[in-house]
């Protein structure tokens, strides 16, 4: 039996009802076999690719989401031109080897009528969701819907998105999802760059700038891991090379505790570096970990 409507010379199952998930998930865990999810808004690269290697290493099935979230993007934010690449997406998928791809439509999603939301707690507060007012709640609602259709025993997130990271995780403990969030390691193109879906909106001269923001991380790290230098001194000579580097404004460059985001005051302490600055028209996000 078909389940949901496969492409034409894909290997891949593609389904775009809940239905369809459910169904194909119930028989895989029915016969003893274990499921990863990886959850992504596609245009997929070689950092999804990697989280997709690491789920099949780590269970029996993948199932990749690919969903663009509407509740995660503000009215002012770039929703309308996030990248959509799906046959390249399903393509890539066929080549690693992922089992399932659920691709819901925004209203199979959130039909009409949908109203119960996850609200995140203090990790979802400073940095990203200071300047991205509602992001995690948007996140986190549409995580646990996917959690809650999948029912995956691991789902796989990067490390370069580290605060939600450890929102999701905290979700899945306090709503006791019974899933295992694995944690990935950032890619990055060999100048440092993290690979991220909205690398491709950067203009020539402004890629050559972008490996400024891993640069001067790595530079702080060293330093801090040293105790060379405190905190405070280190974020304000950090947002002083991206600004002269080119960017057009630093919206975080903060220290913090790499499990609570508690703010670190002192070095020669475990610790995250996390940046967010913008270059032309896009937001670039990345962290580094102080040993
Ligand atoms: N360079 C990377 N290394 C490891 N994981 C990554 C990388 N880029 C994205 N991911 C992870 O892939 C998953 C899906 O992320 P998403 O589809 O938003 O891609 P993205 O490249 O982060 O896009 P954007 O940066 O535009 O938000 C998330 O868990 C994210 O952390
Ligand atoms: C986890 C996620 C797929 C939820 O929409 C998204 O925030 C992302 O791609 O990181
Ligand atoms: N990768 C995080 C999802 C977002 O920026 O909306």
Same mark, same amino acid.
């Given at each position: 039996m078909s389940i949901g409507s496969g492409i034409p010379g894909l290997g891949i199952e593609v389904a775009r009802v809940p239905e369809a998930v459910r169904r194909r998930v119930e028989a895989w865990r029915a016969a003893g076999e274990t499921v990863a999810l990886v959850p992504t808004m596609g245009a997929l690269h070689e950092g999804h690719r990697t989280l997709v290697r690491s789920a099949r290493a780590g269970a029996d099935r993948v199932v990749v989401s690919i969903f663009v979230n509407?509740?995660?993007?503000?009215?002012?934010?770039d929703f309308a031109t996030y990248p959509r690449t799906e046959n390249a997406d399903l393509e890539a998928l066929t080549e690693e080897g992922a089992d399932l791809a659920w691709v819901p439509a925004p209203d199979v999603v959130y039909p009409p009528g949908f109203e119960t939301t996850v609200k995140a707690g203090?990790? @979802?507060?400073?940095?990203e969701g200071a300047h991205r007012p509602g992001f995690f709640d948007g996140v986190a609602t549409v995580v646990a819907k996917l959690f809650a259709l999948v029912r995956p025993h691991r789902a796989y997130f990067g490390e370069k998105d580290f605060q939600q990271l450890l929102v999701v995780s905290r979700m899945a403990l306090d709503l006791d999802l019974g899933v295992e969030v694995v944690p990935v390691p950032t890619v990055r193109e060999a100048d440092g760059l993290a690979l991220s879906s909205?690398?491709?909106?950067?203009s020539p001269e402004d890629r050559a700038v972008a490996p400024a923001l891993h640069r001067t991380m790595a530079r702080m790290a060293a330093r801090l891991a040293d105790g060379a230098s405190a905190p405070e001194a280190e974020i304000a000579w950090g947002r002083e090379r991206i600004l002269e580097a080119?960017?057009? @404004?630093?919206?975080y460059l903060d220290i913090r505790?790499?499990?609570?985001?508690e703010p670190v005051t002192r070095a020669g302490v475990p610790a995250r570096i996390l940046v967010a600055a913008r270059l032309g028209t896009v937001r670039l996000i990345d962290n580094v970990s102080v040993a």
């Amino acid at each position: 039996m078909s389940i949901g409507s496969g492409i034409p010379g894909l290997g891949i199952e593609v389904a775009r009802v809940p239905e369809a998930v459910r169904r194909r998930v119930e028989a895989w865990r029915a016969a003893g076999e274990t499921v990863a999810l990886v959850p992504t808004m596609g245009a997929l690269h070689e950092g999804h690719r990697t989280l997709v290697r690491s789920a099949r290493a780590g269970a029996d099935r993948v199932v990749v989401s690919i969903f663009v979230n509407p509740r995660q993007f503000a009215p002012t934010e770039d929703f309308a031109t996030y990248p959509r690449t799906e046959n390249a997406d399903l393509e890539a998928l066929t080549e690693e080897g992922a089992d399932l791809a659920w691709v819901p439509a925004p209203d199979v999603v959130y039909p009409p009528g949908f109203e119960t939301t996850v609200k995140a707690g203090p990790l @979802g507060q400073p940095m990203e969701g200071a300047h991205r007012p509602g992001f995690f709640d948007g996140v986190a609602t549409v995580v646990a819907k996917l959690f809650a259709l999948v029912r995956p025993h691991r789902a796989y997130f990067g490390e370069k998105d580290f605060q939600q990271l450890l929102v999701v995780s905290r979700m899945a403990l306090d709503l006791d999802l019974g899933v295992e969030v694995v944690p990935v390691p950032t890619v990055r193109e060999a100048d440092g760059l993290a690979l991220s879906s909205r690398n491709v909106h950067l203009s020539p001269e402004d890629r050559a700038v972008a490996p400024a923001l891993h640069r001067t991380m790595a530079r702080m790290a060293a330093r801090l891991a040293d105790g060379a230098s405190a905190p405070e001194a280190e974020i304000a000579w950090g947002r002083e090379r991206i600004l002269e580097a080119g960017f057009a @404004g630093v919206d975080y460059l903060d220290i913090r505790d790499p499990r609570t985001l508690e703010p670190v005051t002192r070095a020669g302490v475990p610790a995250r570096i996390l940046v967010a600055a913008r270059l032309g028209t896009v937001r670039l996000i990345d962290n580094v970990s102080v040993a």
